[in-house]
């Protein structure tokens, strides 16, 4: 997972296996989004974005719900 501006979620694909990919994230207000990219190896998948969202202190491990 990477992160994209400070109000987006961005996920990409860098393997040519046929999986998809997913994330978990939080928004600031609402928990326990999932976001999937199907788009295939070098696709990227971004979350709208909310400008009311802090950048995320925790770096690329955090986990939705986890109370950071």
Request: with cysteine.
């Amino acid at each position: 997972m990477a992160a994209g501006t400070n109000g987006a979620v961005a996920v990409k694909d860098t393997k040519a296996d046929g999986d998809e990919v997913h994330t978990r994230y939080d928004r600031r207000y609402n928990t326990g989004y999932r976001m999937n990219n199907e788009g295939g190896s070098g696709s990227s998948t971004y979350s709208a974005l909310d400008t009311a969202n802090k950048p995320d202190r925790c770096g690329p491990d955090d986990r939705p719900g986890d109370g950071r």
